[in-house]
C-alpha cells in the first residue's frame, strides 16, 4: 500500500492550504508542514518525520499535519506512530477523511492487531453509502483513490485481516527468528539456500543503488558465527539473482541480467561448483531462457525437474512459474506452465519443491494474501497430473507485509523466507523457523553412487545408471551419480558397459540425515579380467582429545555454561577427521545401585543429544552403558561427570 500512502501525501501537499487558520501557532505549524513535506519530495523521511512532528506539537488542531505525520510513519514502518496520529485525527473529526478509516486499518494490519484491522476496514466500506460531500473537501480529493481501493484493495485487506486474526487455524511454523547479522544488513537480504549441513548458505543482497549480488555466508558447526562474502566471479553492475544448488552440492544454477543485442533481460545459466568455485558455467537453452525475463530456477531434490519465473508471451499474467523436465540424453524439455492453481494474473516467483517433488512452495501476488506478497504452497496431483489450488503458509511466516524466498533444509523441517516486516534490520531480512511435519513431505535419503573401475579406481564418467523401473541417471566427470531414494527400501541399479561386465546390484538404502548423502560404490569388472585383490588396509594414526562435563547433584539436563563449553569444545575439532566419540557417565556413591545407573546413562544421552545438535555426525557418537557409582575417590563433585573421549585421525 505503498502506492496510497504517496497519493494522500500528494493530496494533501497541494490540497491543506485551504483549511489552514492564521493563529501564530497555526503558522508555525504550517511552516514546519511546509518543510516536512518538502522533506518527503527529497526523500528525507526521518527528517519530515520530524517536521511534521514539530507541526502537531506546534498546534495539535492541525489535523493535516497530524495526517500526515502517521503516513510518513507508516513509510518508515512505525505503525505505532502511525496508528497514533491517524486515531488522534478521527476522534478530533470523524469525517475529516473517509479513506484515513482504511489507512488506520492498514496500520492495524501491519502491526499485528488484525481484528483491529478488519473493524477499521469494514467501517471504510461501510461509509461508502455516505455521500463523499460528508467528508468535506477530502472527500473530493480522494475521490479517485478511493474508488481504487475499492475496486482493487478492500476486499483482500479484508480477507487478510480475517485471515491472521484467525491465525489458530495456521499452526504449519514455529521458532521465527531473524537470523541477524552479518547475514541480514540495512540493504534487501533475500532467496537464501542453504548447503545440507546447514553450515553454508547463499543468498542475494540488492543495495540501494539496484544492483543484486550473490552473497556467500559460511560458519563452522551449526552453532558457528557465519562470515559473509561475495560469491563467485560473476558479480558484475548487473543484477545477478537467485542462486539454487542441487542437493547433490555440486551442480548450481543461477541467474544473469545483461544487456545484449538483443535487449535487456535475465537469462538462467548452470555450473558446477568444485572447491567454492564455479565451474564449466553455461546458458540454459534458448527455448527454456526466453528474450524476456527469465530466473529463479529451483531444481528438485534428484535433478530432474527445473522449475523457474518468466514474464515470457503466452502465460496467465506477470510473471508465471514453469517446469522443464530431464531428458534422458541430458538436456531440459520445452517449458510448461504450471497452470491456474498455481499462476494468476499476477506475479508468482522463487518457487522451492520438497525433497519429496510433491509439494510446491512459491511466492504470489495473485492468491489470497494477508497483504502483501505471501508464500503458498501447492500439493501434485498424481491422478489428475496437475498441481493442486494454492494455499496461504500462514502466519507466523506470512504477514502484511511482504515474503518471498521459501527454502528448506535437508531433512525437511527448518525453513527460511525472506521479509520486509516490521522490526527487521532494513529492506528484506533472512528469517529461519521450523516446519510443521505435515508441510516437510516423505522421507528420502540422499544417495551418493560412485561408479569406477574396480581395477583401477578410475572413475567412469558420462556412464547411464538406470534405476529398476525408474529413471535413468548419468555419472559426472568423477563417475558420481546422485538418487533422492525412499529409506528403508531397495534400491535396484544396473550398469551396462561394453568395456565391462554387466553389473546389477540391489542395495538397501537407509535413513539418512542427509547432511552428507549416503555412499555407494558401483565397481565393473572388465570383462575376462581377474577379480580385483583384496586392498590392503593400513591402520590410520589416532590419537584421543577428552572433556570432562560435571553435573550437580542428581542432574542430568545441561545447562548453558555446560552447552556454551561443549559448543566451543566441538567448534576445536575439525570435523573431517573424528573417527568416534565415546560418551561414558558417571555418578558419586550417593543412592541406590541401579538408581545410579540410570542416572549416569541419561547425562550420556544427554551429552550426545546435544552434539548432535551442534552437527556432529550421530554415526560417529557412541554412547557406552553408564558406569554408575565411583565409590572413594576425591570430591564427589568429580565423579558427577561425563567423559568424552574423541579419537581423532592423525595427520
Same mark, same amino acid.
Given at each position: 500500500?505503498?502506492?496510497?500512502?504517496?497519493?494522500?501525501?500528494?493530496?494533501?501537499?497541494?490540497?491543506?492550504?485551504?483549511?489552514?487558520?492564521?493563529?501564530?501557532?497555526?503558522?508555525?505549524?504550517?511552516?514546519?508542514?511546509?518543510?516536512?513535506?518538502?522533506?518527503?519530495?527529497?526523500?528525507?523521511?526521518?527528517?519530515?518525520?520530524?517536521?511534521?512532528?514539530?507541526?502537531?506539537?506546534?498546534?495539535?488542531?492541525?489535523?493535516?499535519?497530524?495526517?500526515?505525520?502517521?503516513?510518513?510513519?507508516?513509510?518508515?514502518?512505525?505503525?505505532?506512530?502511525?496508528?497514533?496520529?491517524?486515531?488522534?485525527?478521527?476522534?478530533?473529526?470523524?469525517?475529516?477523511?473517509?479513506?484515513?478509516?482504511?489507512?488506520?486499518?492498514?496500520?492495524?494490519?501491519?502491526?499485528?492487531?488484525?481484528?483491529?484491522?478488519?473493524?477499521?476496514?469494514?467501517?471504510?466500506?461501510?461509509?461508502?453509502?455516505?455521500?463523499?460531500?460528508?467528508?468535506?473537501?477530502?472527500?473530493?480529493?480522494?475521490?479517485?483513490?478511493?474508488?481504487?481501493?475499492?475496486?482493487?484493495?478492500?476486499?483482500?485487506?479484508?480477507?487478510?485481516?480475517?485471515?491472521?486474526?484467525?491465525?489458530?487455524?495456521?499452526?504449519?511454523?514455529?521458532?521465527?527468528?531473524?537470523?541477524?547479522?552479518?547475514?541480514?544488513?540495512?540493504?534487501?537480504?533475500?532467496?537464501?539456500?542453504?548447503?545440507?549441513?546447514?553450515?553454508?548458505?547463499?543468498?542475494?543482497?540488492?543495495?540501494?543503488?539496484?544492483?543484486?549480488?550473490?552473497?556467500?555466508?559460511?560458519?563452522?558447526?551449526?552453532?558457528?558465527?557465519?562470515?559473509?562474502?561475495?560469491?563467485?566471479?560473476?558479480?558484475?553492475?548487473?543484477?545477478?539473482?537467485?542462486?539454487?544448488?542441487?542437493?547433490?552440492?555440486?551442480?548450481?544454477?543461477?541467474?544473469?541480467?545483461?544487456?545484449?543485442?538483443?535487449?535487456?533481460?535475465?537469462?538462467?545459466?548452470?555450473?558446477?561448483?568444485?572447491?567454492?568455485?564455479?565451474?564449466?558455467?553455461?546458458?540454459?537453452?534458448?527455448?527454456?531462457?526466453?528474450?524476456?525475463?527469465?530466473?529463479?530456477?529451483?531444481?528438485?531434490?534428484?535433478?530432474?525437474?527445473?522449475?523457474?519465473?518468466?514474464?515470457?508471451?503466452?502465460?496467465?499474467?506477470?510473471?508465471?512459474?514453469?517446469?522443464?523436465?530431464?531428458?534422458?540424453?541430458?538436456? /531440459? %524439455?520445452?517449458?510448461? &506452465?504450471? =497452470?491456474?492453481? $498455481? *499462476?494468476? +494474473?499476477?506475479? !508468482?516467483?522463487?518457487?522451492? @519443491? #520438497?525433497?519429496?517433488?510433491?509439494?510446491?512452495?512459491?511466492?504470489?501476488?495473485?492468491?489470497?494474501?494477508?497483504?502483501?506478497?505471501?508464500?503458498?504452497?501447492?500439493?501434485?496431483?498424481?491422478?489428475?497430473?496437475? /498441481? %493442486?489450488?494454492?494455499? &496461504?503458509? =500462514?502466519?507466523? $511466516? *506470512?504477514? +502484511?507485509?511482504? !515474503?518471498?524466498?521459501?527454502? @528448506? #533444509?535437508?531433512?525437511?523441517?527448518?525453513?527460511?523466507?525472506?521479509?520486509?516486516?516490521?522490526?527487521?534490520?532494513?529492506?528484506?531480512?533472512?528469517?529461519?523457523?521450523?516446519?510443521?511435519?505435515?508441510?516437510?513431505?516423505?522421507?528420502?535419503?540422499?544417495?551418493? =553412487?560412485?561408479?569406477?573401475?574396480?581395477?583401477?579406481? !578410475?572413475?567412469?564418467?558420462?556412464?547411464?545408471?538406470?534405476?529398476?523401473?525408474?529413471?535413468?541417471?548419468?555419472?559426472?566427470?568423477?563417475?558420481?551419480?546422485?538418487?533422492?531414494?525412499?529409506?528403508?527400501?531397495?534400491?535396484?541399479?544396473?550398469?551396462?558397459?561394453?568395456?565391462?561386465?554387466?553389473?546389477?546390484?540391489?542395495?538397501?538404502?537407509?535413513?539418512?540425515?542427509?547432511?552428507?548423502?549416503?555412499?555407494?560404490?558401483?565397481?565393473?569388472?572388465?570383462?575376462?579380467?581377474?577379480?580385483?585383490?583384496?586392498?590392503?588396509?593400513?591402520?590410520?594414526?589416532?590419537?584421543?582429545?577428552?572433556?570432562?562435563?560435571?553435573?550437580?547433584?542428581?542432574?542430568?539436563?545441561?545447562?548453558?555454561?555446560?552447552?556454551?563449553?561443549?559448543?566451543?569444545?566441538?567448534?576445536?575439532?575439525?570435523?573431517?577427521?573424528?573417527?568416534?566419540?565415546?560418551?561414558?557417565?558417571?555418578?558419586?556413591?550417593?543412592?541406590?545401585?541401579?538408581?545410579?545407573?540410570?542416572?549416569?546413562?541419561?547425562?550420556?544421552?544427554?551429552?550426545?543429544?546435544?552434539?548432535?545438535?551442534?552437527?556432529?555426525?550421530?554415526?560417529?557418537?557412541?554412547?557406552?552403558?553408564?558406569?554408575?557409582?565411583?565409590?572413594?575417590?576425591?570430591?564427589?563433585?568429580?565423579?558427577?561427570?561425563?567423559?568424552?573421549?574423541?579419537?581423532?585421525?592423525?595427520?
Amino acid at each position: 500500500m505503498r502506492t496510497a500512502h504517496l497519493i494522500v501525501l500528494a493530496l494533501i501537499l497541494f490540497g491543506s492550504r485551504s483549511v489552514f487558520g492564521q493563529s501564530r501557532d497555526r503558522l508555525r505549524a504550517v511552516e514546519a508542514f511546509d518543510d516536512g513535506m518538502q522533506y518527503i519530495l527529497d526523500g528525507k523521511l526521518s527528517r519530515a518525520a520530524k517536521r511534521l512532528q514539530q507541526a502537531a506539537d506546534y498546534d495539535p488542531t492541525f489535523l493535516p499535519g497530524v495526517r500526515s505525520l502517521g503516513t510518513v510513519c507508516g513509510l518508515q514502518k512505525d505503525f505505532d506512530c502511525a496508528i497514533e496520529s491517524y486515531r488522534t485525527v478521527l476522534e478530533a473529526d470523524s469525517t475529516f477523511s473517509r479513506l484515513l478509516y482504511f489507512q488506520l486499518g492498514e496500520a492495524y494490519l501491519q502491526a499485528g492487531d488484525a481484528r483491529q484491522a478488519l473493524d477499521y476496514f469494514q467501517r471504510f466500506q461501510a461509509l461508502q453509502d455516505r455521500d463523499r460531500g460528508a467528508f468535506g473537501l477530502m472527500g473530493d480529493q480522494e475521490m479517485a483513490t478511493e474508488q481504487r481501493i475499492v475496486d482493487q484493495d478492500l476486499d483482500r485487506s479484508i480477507l487478510s485481516a480475517q485471515i491472521s486474526a484467525d491465525s489458530t487455524n495456521y499452526v504449519n511454523a514455529t521458532n521465527l527468528l531473524n537470523m541477524g547479522a552479518p547475514i541480514n544488513s540495512e540493504d534487501n537480504d533475500y532467496f537464501p539456500f542453504f548447503t545440507n549441513d546447514l553450515t553454508g548458505v547463499l543468498y542475494t543482497r540488492q543495495e540501494s543503488r539496484g544492483d543484486e549480488d550473490l552473497i556467500t555466508a559460511k560458519r563452522r558447526g551449526t552453532t558457528g558465527k557465519f562470515r559473509t562474502s561475495r560469491f563467485g566471479t560473476f558479480n558484475t553492475q548487473q543484477p545477478e539473482g537467485m542462486c539454487t544448488l542441487v542437493r547433490d552440492g555440486e551442480t548450481i544454477f543461477f541467474t544473469l541480467c545483461h544487456e545484449n543485442e538483443g535487449g535487456g533481460g535475465c537469462d538462467i545459466h548452470s555450473g558446477v561448483l568444485i572447491d567454492g568455485r564455479i565451474e564449466h558455467t553455461e546458458q540454459l537453452p534458448n527455448y527454456l531462457n526466453s528474450p524476456t525475463w527469465d530466473s529463479q530456477a529451483a531444481i528438485s531434490c534428484d535433478g530432474r525437474q527445473l522449475f523457474f519465473a518468466s514474464t515470457r508471451p503466452g502465460g496467465i499474467g506477470g510473471s508465471d512459474l514453469y517446469r522443464c523436465y530431464r531428458l534422458p540424453d541430458g538436456s /531440459w %524439455s520445452e517449458p510448461i &506452465n504450471l =497452470g491456474a492453481g $498455481v *499462476n494468476t +494474473p499476477y506475479d !508468482e516467483e522463487a518457487p522451492f @519443491l #520438497s525433497n519429496d517433488a510433491e509439494t510446491l512452495y512459491f511466492s504470489s501476488m495473485g492468491h489470497e494474501s494477508l497483504g502483501d506478497q505471501d508464500i503458498f504452497y501447492s500439493r501434485w496431483d498424481p491422478s489428475r497430473e496437475r /498441481w %493442486s489450488k494454492a494455499m &496461504n503458509i =500462514g502466519p507466523p $511466516v *506470512n504477514s +502484511p507485509a511482504r !515474503e518471498l524466498g521459501f527454502h @528448506l #533444509s535437508a531433512d525437511g523441517r527448518q525453513g527460511f523466507f525472506a521479509s520486509d516486516r516490521a522490526g527487521g534490520m532494513g529492506g528484506l531480512d533472512i528469517y529461519s523457523f521450523t516446519l510443521n511435519e505435515e508441510l516437510t513431505g516423505k522421507e528420502v535419503t540422499y544417495v551418493s =553412487g560412485f561408479v569406477t573401475d574396480s581395477l583401477t579406481g !578410475e572413475p567412469i564418467a558420462n556412464q547411464e545408471v538406470p534405476v529398476a523401473g525408474g529413471d535413468v541417471f548419468r555419472t559426472n566427470y568423477a563417475g558420481r551419480f546422485f538418487i533422492c531414494a525412499p529409506p528403508d527400501a531397495p534400491l535396484t541399479l544396473q550398469v551396462d558397459n561394453a568395456a565391462y561386465d554387466p553389473y546389477r546390484h540391489t542395495f538397501s538404502i537407509p535413513r539418512w540425515d542427509n547432511t552428507t548423502p549416503y555412499r555407494i560404490n558401483l565397481p565393473l569388472t572388465k570383462s575376462g579380467a581377474p577379480p580385483p585383490p583384496e586392498p590392503e588396509v593400513k591402520p590410520r594414526e589416532t590419537y584421543t582429545e577428552t572433556l570432562q562435563a560435571l553435573f550437580a547433584f542428581e542432574e542430568y539436563e545441561l545447562t548453558s555454561e555446560q552447552q556454551s563449553a561443549l559448543r566451543v569444545f566441538a567448534d576445536s575439532l575439525d570435523r573431517e577427521r573424528i573417527a568416534s566419540i565415546a560418551l561414558i557417565g558417571f555418578t558419586d556413591e550417593t543412592g541406590a545401585v541401579d538408581y545410579n545407573m540410570r542416572l549416569s546413562q541419561n547425562r550420556a544421552e544427554a551429552v550426545g543429544a546435544y552434539l548432535r545438535k551442534l552437527g556432529i555426525n550421530p554415526a560417529l557418537i557412541v554412547i557406552e552403558e553408564g558406569k554408575g557409582e565411583i565409590a572413594g575417590q576425591r570430591e564427589k563433585k568429580l565423579n558427577r561427570r561425563v567423559d568424552i573421549v574423541v579419537t581423532m585421525y592423525g595427520g
